[in-house]
């Protein structure tokens, strides 16, 4: 398979009043074509600040990329112009919002938003355009299409309006869809509505998805890949179901021990893990974890580990020691 | 009180919210019933789970249950005690020992008190000190009990992450010593591995105080873990109610099926081979819910009985209820 996306020790910081804040602290991952990336983490571990530094959808200042390579297809992306960049964003790689509320104008027609993207990056003209948009709206699933273009985005509900903004991240067949923590603003049944939506629209297409969201749940069902992050650094890295059978970091295993499950009856209590993920206002030196860290020793404390193979198929961890054993690795 | 009868009794609990239109001489042109006649008990010392998606009125159901919100029509008992009709004293130990626990840990504390107002606020109400140090000790107590540390106790909300803020929120609410805490949402405005944390603290606080739980959320896999019965809300009625067990294996109305197995399992295997109930559309408006069950347009087993007849809530298994005409 052929790589899409090579990020290189990507760096990302914002200068704030209080100070630095260490928000992506050189993460490197790739991305195939047609696969999808699942990217977990918690509130603050850098998950979204990291993507949207790939887009340059950073604002600078207080932001700053502050060094690190994005290849698309063969051009660093970070040596491009902002000219440059608006010719790709939406065009070859596209991005979902959490939020569908804030993320649409709310006093354009859904219509006149999705034939924007239609006109401006591919060049089509008023008709065709809106004929192609009614064409997305079918796809995603929204009924009446073409009575539908003259509504505003208040008059569709939350699971209607994420699929407009995917009819209008598709709308110029994308080869990467960045969505964002895409269901995390919806139930359950929606979210199961959104989640099929996508798995089956990226099974057509062949697009490469990267989703981020902090929900182990939602990650089981739809990636090939998961990377794991906390405090702007990528701990784990793995195919999703050794992830999940054979988790080697002490973050993820602690965290997949944390979760309460719906299919089977309750047999113990929640593990849960002590304390709070570290200030981001340091510059981190030592592991982001081995503060919470039930198998942390001295070294943990100074050193931060790189991400390095453990066992075969692709499966890398950023730690010192070997959680089965707990002795160093 | 009585060891026999349950500690809260809800019979028929309805909560319309008027639709009001114009500016000047406003009338009432509907009602969205957010809550329309529900009844459940919930025993000494357990936990009662209310789950359902957002707008089915459980938030609602959970505050006019403590009278917070006026309810329109039936009955609250808590622990012998009628909210509805408690006025004075009586709606003052109503207040003591039923408390409420919020779902957002910033919005739900005062910004410009400290944790040593915030947490004493309901002693000085219900004058359960007598002198400053005792009041100051208290708070102490309270606060380790949530596992926080005294020395914190004149810091302001803003110097504490979500969790330690849920925390504040818990001691507030153990504060006045209640015998029944409705739960509301309350871990949902947190991380993972913040929200075991949460959960475990609320489990030793019951095993301690013997203390009963509402326990409202929409994290299904959660509500299996912590509630020893749960209920099952759509458009501001109960479908369901059954031992967590009991309704998380053998679901009997369509909508627990339906929103049970949407949630994704933990488990790539697993979830990929689930056989999911993908149900069509959105929940309809509360201001004019469906004719007959209210469930009935997106129902995939809807007949045109279901649009006509409202269905009866019975017992469909021992201790197992369900309000469904297909059952």
Request: hydrophobic content about 40%.
């Amino acid at each position: 398979m052929t790589t899409l996306l090579d990020v290189k020790d990507l760096k990302t910081r914002f200068h704030t009043p209080e100070g630095t804040v260490y928000a992506v602290n050189g993460i490197s991952f790739h991305v195939d074509e047609g696969e999808t990336l699942a990217v977990v983490g918690e509130s603050g571990c850098g998950k979204s600040v990291s993507m949207m530094s790939v887009l340059q959808l950073i604002l600078v200042p207080p932001g700053e990329i502050a060094g690190g390579k994005v290849i698309y297809r063969g051009q660093d992306l970070l040596k491009k112009t902002e000219q440059e960049m608006e010719s790709i964003r939406g065009k070859e790689v596209a991005m979902i919002f959490q939020d569908p509320m804030t993320s649409l104008n709310p006093v354009l027609t859904i219509g006149r938003q999705i034939c924007e993207s239609l006109r401006t990056h591919l060049g089509l003209d008023q008709k065709a355009a809106e004929k192609r948009a009614v064409e997305l709206l079918e796809l995603v699933g929204i009924s009446d299409p073409a009575n539908r273009l003259g509504d505003f985005p208040h008059q569709f509900s939350g699971g209607m309006r994420q699929r407009v903004m995917i009819a209008m991240a598709l709308s110029c067949n994308p080869s990467l869809l960045i969505a964002d923590e895409p269901t995390t603003a919806l139930d359950v049944t929606i979210q199961a509505q959104i989640v099929e939506l996508v798995t089956k629209i990226r099974n057509t297409v062949h697009m490469a998805v990267i989703w981020i969201t902090h929900d182990l749940g939602v990650v089981a069902g739809i990636a090939d890949r998961v990377m794991v992050m906390y405090a702007g650094f990528i701990v784990e890295e793995a195919g999703v179901i050794d992830l999940y059978e054979n988790p080697c970091h002490p973050y993820t295993s602690a965290l997949l021990g944390a979760l309460p499950r719906v299919d089977r009856r309750r047999d113990r209590r929640l593990k849960s893990i002590p304390g709070a993920p570290p200030s981001l206002l340091m510059e981190p030196h030592g592991c982001p974890f081995s503060t919470r860290c039930e198998v942390a020793v001295e070294r943990c404390k100074s050193e931060n580990p790189s991400l390095t193979p453990v066992g075969k198929n692709h499966h890398n961890i950023a730690c010192w020691i070997d959680i089965k054993t707990g002795v160093a690795r | 009180m009585n060891g026999t009868l349950p500690l809260v009794i809800v019979e028929n609990l309805t909560k319309h919210f008027p639709v009001m239109r114009g500016i000047v001489i406003q009338r009432k042109v509907g009602a969205v019933r957010a809550v329309d006649g529900i009844s459940f008990i919930i025993e000494q010392g357990e936990t009662l789970g209310l789950v359902g998606e957002s707008g089915c009125g459980k938030t609602t159901a959970g505050r006019t249950l403590l009278g917070l919100y006026p309810a329109t029509a039936g009955v609250v008992t808590i622990d012998g005690h009628n909210v509805r009709s408690a006025r004075g004293r009586e709606m003052l130990l109503v207040r003591r020992i039923a408390q409420m626990i919020f779902q957002d840990p910033y919005a739900s504390l005062n910004p410009r008190w400290t944790v040593h107002s915030i947490v004493s606020e309901p002693l000085r109400v219900h004058h359960l000190f007598k002198t400053e140090a005792e009041r100051v000790e208290r708070v102490q107590e309270l606060m380790g009990l949530v596992g926080l540390s005294g020395r914190l106790i004149n810091r302001f909300p803003h110097e504490f992450s979500g969790g330690q803020r849920q925390r504040i929120g818990v001691a507030r609410a153990l504060a006045s010593d209640p015998r029944f805490i409705v739960c509301d949402e309350p871990i949902s405005a947190l991380d993972v591995s913040i929200q075991a944390q949460v959960v475990n603290l609320l489990e030793d606080l019951q095993d301690r105080f013997g203390l009963t739980y509402l326990f409202i959320a929409h994290d299904l896999s959660m509500v299996r873990h912590i509630c020893d019965r749960v209920a099952v809300m759509y458009l501001g009625v109960i479908v369901e109610l059954a031992d967590r067990n009991e309704l998380y294996e053998h679901p009997l109305h369509p909508y627990t099926g339906a929103l049970l197995s949407s949630v994704p399992v933990p488990d790539p295997r697993k979830d990929r081979t689930r056989h999911r109930i993908i149900l069509a559309g959105d929940v309809p408006s509360p201001i004019n819910p469906p004719s007959g069950c209210r469930f009935h347009p997106r129902c995939p087993l809807a007949d045109e009985r279901c649009s006509l007849e409202v269905p009866e809530w019975r017992l469909a298994a021992p201790s197992h209820w369900v309000a469904c005409h297909k059952v």
